[in-house]
């Protein structure tokens, strides 16, 4: 078995380190400390310069002018932004529009999927309530069907990342049962954020660099023309979000993060080669779990339960090492002028999102009690 990346997928990640080191490295202290937004200019800039060096769309499929790479090649070039503390600029890097958008029917394609490939529209995605996180099925929001073609929508939505930026909302709510008797059912909506009833009524401070949003839907009115998929059939969309998510997301940015403190720690002569050994065995580890799930995701395969355990390990074990190094260099780790302490405020914040390391504890002795194979490597 080969487990070096592919020769292609190994020259994208080259190229990407490339532009981290070359393009965003030198920004980071522009970056004020409790922002995750450079001014629109810089960023249209860096979009620009991605562009010119075949660096946009990478993991878009080819019918949709993309490069075609998969999850592990989405891995490969996360983990690479994640050498920067701007690895949040991601979202504007067009490396993948959010992946339930190629549910959608062919007209949806053309008003979301395919401005948002092109950079044109960007998306949020609104799943988690004040009683509802990585729990799609307890769910309050409502959408109630009003005349042939529309739903009105009433309730909330909180942590919804970069809903002040965005153009549109990926908004999963609780539709009526589609047959007397019936259960009711968790349908995805696309909801344009100027919709009326809509508002974004805050952002929400944090301890890292990002402010998420709470949302307000009161009798908002959206087109069933609007619906992915079918009416009541979301929540399996919401676990595929989910198991992508927890793959492709935090862990590979957390892996890069970790890669690069280790790198500096090594540079600076801070700590033992016990010590650094010790550190750089646990992140190889969490390295090759996330490229084995990822391979298994290209593969097709069920990796819920892989995800699970990508996301608890990777997560809990970059933000450790952080945490060591910074403490190896005292008081300069904990300054601004090295890069450590944003990245333990914003890796703290991956071991929550998209499900605490409890909950994915919890997913993968579920499997195991059902009898999922999850420790069969292949």
């Not at 949040?88 to 979301?112: H, M, V, W």
């Not at 019936?182 to 009833?197: A, N, Q, R, Y």
């Not at 069920?302 to 996301?311: G, I, N, S, Y």
Request: with cysteine; charged share 20%; glycine share 8%.
């Amino acid at each position: 078995m080969d487990f070096r990346l592919p020769p292609d997928i190994a020259a994208w990640k080259a190229r990407m380190r490339q532009f981290v080191e070359a393009e965003l490295v030198p920004l980071e202290r522009d970056l004020p400390p409790f922002s995750s937004t450079l001014p629109p200019e810089e960023a249209a800039r860096l979009v620009t310069r991605l562009k010119a060096q075949g660096l946009w769309a990478l993991a878009v499929p080819r019918e949709y002018g993309g490069a075609g790479l998969g999850l592990v090649a989405l891995c490969a070039l996360r983990e690479a932004l994640g050498h920067t503390t701007l690895w949040s600029l991601a979202r504007l890097l067009g490396t993948e529009p959010p992946i339930l958008l190629y549910d959608c029917n062919e007209e949806q394609k053309q008003r979301f999927l395919l401005p948002t490939i092109r950079g044109e529209r960007y998306g949020c995605f609104a799943l988690t309530e004040r009683n509802a996180g990585s729990d799609a099925a307890a769910l309050t929001l409502r959408a109630q069907p009003d005349g042939p073609g529309h739903y009105v929508l009433d309730g909330g939505k909180i942590f919804t990342s970069h809903a002040d930026e965005a153009d549109y909302a990926l908004v999963f709510g609780v539709t009526p049962p589609l047959q007397d008797g019936g259960k009711p059912g968790i349908t995805l909506f696309l909801v344009d954020m100027d919709t009326p009833g809509l508002q974004v009524l805050r952002q929400i401070e944090t301890m890292g660099g990002d402010r998420p949003s709470e949302l307000s839907f009161s009798n908002c009115r959206v087109p069933a023309a609007n619906i992915v998929g079918a009416p009541g059939q979301a929540f399996a969309l919401a676990q595929k979000w989910f198991a992508c998510d927890r793959i492709a997301l935090q862990p590979p940015i957390t892996i890069g993060a970790a890669a690069r403190s280790l790198s500096l720690a090594q540079a600076a002569q801070v700590a033992s080669a016990g010590d650094l050994g010790r550190l750089a065995l646990r992140l190889d580890a969490a390295r090759q779990m996330l490229y084995h799930a990822a391979w298994k995701a290209d593969r097709g395969a069920d990796v819920t339960f892989e995800a699970a355990m990508v996301k608890a390990t990777a997560t809990t074990t970059g933000l450790q090492i952080v945490d060591q190094v910074l403490e190896w260099f005292g008081p300069a780790g904990y300054g601004r002028d090295l890069p450590f302490e944003r990245y333990y405020r914003d890796l703290r914040r991956f071991t929550i999102a998209a499900g605490t390391y409890e909950i994915q504890q919890f997913i993968v002795a579920r499997g195991l009690i059902r009898g999922y194979a999850a420790l069969n490597c292949l």
